[in-house]
């Protein structure tokens, strides 16, 4: 998703309850998967154009002004003016990330659907898709039209039942994703398991050879 995230890099570990805790560095960007990774792939000269969740009033005039010197463009994005838009609050401790925010709310109204459709002509256009699997049923149907169009993509945090991960390139798991997820069984094993699976490769943040220590 494309959302506000302030993240706060703690002087020492993540403070225990009912304690204190210094705050080092703090800073207000574009964050949440798609945000973060559209800065990034920016960063490196590629242009890139994001689609799925709406903006809100809170989130959108700071968006469009961070991104718009950038190779980023928001053309296809909705602005949602009854609705707040994603935030979240990152605290950065010595080897741990904690994420604080309100995203069981926007899920939580069923009549309310605050993202965009699956749009087939951006996906005819890509290069590669970035595909964040949380708008559930539109993501899929992306997944769909990735795959009619040839179009590679990435995912991050799906079930592995899910069609989005099964039709992926790429997918990346996280370790909070795991746990939440699958913490009956043994990670390495889980990962081992999709190895021989055709055209996919796998990466778990979290499992001790790969991506052990990336935040």
Request: net charge neutral; hydrophobic share 40%.
């Amino acid at each position: 998703m494309t959302l506000v995230t302030t993240s706060f890099r703690l002087a020492a570990a993540f403070a225990r309850c009912d304690t204190y805790c210094e705050i080092a560095e703090s800073h207000r960007l574009p964050g949440g998967e798609t945000g973060t990774c559209a800065v990034v792939l920016a960063g490196l000269g590629l242009p890139v154009h994001l689609d799925g969740n709406f903006l809100g009033r809170n989130t959108c005039p700071e968006l469009v002004s961070y991104f718009a010197s950038s190779r980023i463009s928001l053309d296809l994005i909705t602005y949602g003016p009854d609705f707040e838009g994603l935030e979240n609050m990152v605290f950065i401790g010595e080897r741990t990330r904690t994420a604080l925010g309100r995203f069981g709310d926007v899920f939580a109204d069923k009549s309310l659907r605050r993202w965009n459709s699956a749009n087939e002509k951006p996906k005819q256009r890509a290069a590669v898709v970035g595909l964040d699997p949380f708008s559930f049923k539109e993501s899929a149907e992306v997944a769909r039209l990735c795959s009619k169009h040839a179009v590679k993509y990435a995912t991050i945090d799906c079930r592995l039942d899910f069609e989005v991960r099964c039709l992926s390139e790429v997918d990346v798991r996280s370790e909070e994703f795991l746990r939440g997820n699958y913490a009956d069984q043994d990670f390495e094993s889980l990962w081992l398991a999709t190895l021989n699976e055709p055209r996919r490769q796998r990466y778990d943040r979290g499992i001790r050879f790969i991506f052990r220590d990336i935040i």
